[in-house]
C-alpha cells in the first residue's frame, strides 16, 4: 500500500495484522468490514494488498478491480492493481495504470519505482531507467529501488552503475539475499566480458 490510510477503524487493525505479516487475519477483518458495507473501497484494497503479499495474484486483481469500480481514482488501488499486473508480466496493463497513479499521486517513490520497472520491461527501457533514477532521488536509501535500478543497469551491461547499486543496498542492508546474488552475477559478466574483450584484441 501507497502508505496507510486508515478511516474505519477495523481498517487500521486490518492494517496492523498486514505489518506483522498475518495477511488471513487482515483478510478476514477486511471481510467482516464488507459484510455490512460493500461500498468500502479501502476494505478491498487491503484485501489485495495482503493477496498480493501472499503471491495469490488472481485474489488480489478481483479484490482491486472491485475497488477501481467503486472508486476509479484511487491511486492506491490504481498502484496496487499496476503492481499485480507487474507481477504477472501484464506490462501494458501495469504501465496504463500506474500511470494513472503517478497522475493521481505524483513524486512518490514506490509507485516510480513499479513504473520504471514495468516500463523498462515494455521495451521501453530508457524511460523505465529515468524513472527508476527519479525515484531513487526521491527515495536514496531504499534498497526495492536500488536493486531494480541495478538489474536494469546489469540488463544494459552498464556494469559499473550496476555494482554501485547493490553495494550501495549491500550498505543498507548487509544480508540483502538479492543484492548479494546480483553483485556476484556482475562481477562474473565483468570477468566474461573482459576475456571476450581481449580475445577480440588478441
Not at 485474489?59 to 478491480?65: D, P, S, T
Not at 499486473?85 to 517513490?109: G, Q
Amino acid at each position: 500500500m501507497i502508505e496507510p490510510q486508515p478511516v474505519h477503524p477495523l481498517i487500521e487493525e486490518a492494517d496492523k495484522k498486514k505489518y506483522e505479516g498475518k495477511h488471513q487475519e487482515a483478510i478476514s477483518i477486511c471481510e467482516r468490514i464488507l459484510s455490512t458495507d460493500l461500498d468500502c473501497t479501502e476494505a478491498y484494497e487491503e484485501i489485495g494488498d495482503n493477496y498480493l503479499s501472499m503471491r495469490k495474484y488472481e485474489n488480489a486483481e478481483k479484490a482491486l478491480q472491485q475497488a477501481l469500480r467503486l472508486t476509479p481514482d484511487s491511486p492506491n488501488a490504481n498502484y496496487l492493481l499496476g503492481f499485480v499486473y507487474s507481477c504477472t508480466n501484464k506490462w501494458e496493463k501495469s504501465v496504463e495504470l500506474l500511470e494513472k497513479a503517478d497522475e493521481l499521486y505524483p513524486n512518490h517513490p514506490e509507485i516510480l519505482r513499479c513504473l520504471g520497472w514495468s516500463m523498462y520491461h515494455f521495451e521501453q527501457r530508457k524511460r523505465g531507467i529515468i524513472l527508476l533514477e527519479r525515484a531513487l532521488f526521491l527515495a536514496p536509501h531504499d534498497p526495492l529501488i536500488l536493486n531494480d535500478l541495478g538489474v536494469c543497469h546489469l540488463n544494459e551491461k552498464n556494469f559499473d552503475r550496476a555494482s554501485g547499486c547493490f553495494k550501495k543496498t549491500l550498505q543498507i542492508e548487509p544480508n540483502n539475499q538479492k543484492a548479494k546474488e546480483c553483485l556476484n552475477a556482475v562481477k562474473f559478466f565483468q570477468r566474461e566480458y573482459a576475456k571476450i574483450k581481449k580475445n577480440m584484441q588478441d
